[in-house]
């Protein structure tokens, strides 16, 4: 596709439960990543895939946290037991090389709210 | 620990005015910087990059300026127009085993006034 692609836009959840957010990066992009927004904080990194690498998962803030990709392509990052701290904006990136010199492309996000 | 801080959460500026954003970093082996601009509703977009063996990048009104002894980077825009009426994220990453990962500041709000 022509952007990097999330779904859903917004999900609301009950505590407890589980969720999947997806990301459908820019085809070719061998980089993908996922950070997430709390308010009024910045970007915090959670995991970095990169080809067939095994993934840099030291940004997950639990073991309820976990991502795979399929592929090479698609992600999907999944949160069980959902907590109320889960709420935020969640980001997927990616990006051509590791990083480069021209970053990454980010997605619009998934905005969570566990109620 | 805040590696990469952006101390001011506002910023308003007049139409045709300079805006300049500032950031810290504690790291001395960040060695690539990058700078963000966010819509509301929409994610960031890439806007300038500056790595550490430069001092100053310009790309048309924006430019980032680097302080390494200071470990401090601005970005300056120059005229603001009120489409520059955004949230900016500076980013900073140490290349390690092959791979960039940038850690971002909190963010600062710029307003730009007609």
């Known amino acids: 596709g022509a952007g990097v692609s999330q779904s859903p836009s917004n999900k609301v959840t009950e505590k407890g439960k589980d969720v999947e957010l997806r990301c459908d990066p820019i085809s070719g992009h061998t980089a993908l990543y996922w950070y997430r927004q709390s308010l009024g904080q910045g970007l915090e990194f959670l995991i970095y895939f990169q080809g067939n690498s095994a993934p840099d998962k030291s940004g997950l803030p639990s073991d309820r946290f976990s991502a795979e990709r399929t592929g090479g392509s698609v992600s999907t990052l999944t949160i069980q037991r959902t907590q109320q701290e889960d709420s935020a904006v969640y980001l997927c990136?990616?990006?051509?090389?590791?990083?480069?010199?021209?970053?990454?492309?980010f997605g619009s996000g998934t905005r969570l709210t566990v109620v | 620990d805040q590696q990469v801080k952006q101390n001011s959460p506002s910023l308003s500026v007049q139409e045709g005015r300079i805006s300049i954003l500032n950031c810290d970093y504690t790291n001395s082996m960040f060695d690539y910087f990058l700078w963000y601009k966010k819509y509301p509703a929409e994610g960031p977009t890439f806007l300038i990059s500056?790595?550490?063996?430069?001092d100053k990048n310009e790309d048309g009104r924006f430019t980032v300026f680097l302080n390494k002894s200071a470990k401090h980077l601005s970005l300056h825009i120059v005229p603001s127009q009120p489409g520059d009426s955004a949230v900016y994220f500076c980013a900073a990453s140490r290349y390690n085993s092959g791979t960039y990962k940038y850690i971002f500041g909190t963010g600062t709000r710029l307003k730009v006034l007609a």
């Open positions: 990136a990616s990006s051509h090389t590791q990083g480069a010199d021209y970053g990454y492309t």
């Open positions: 500056i790595s550490s063996i430069k």
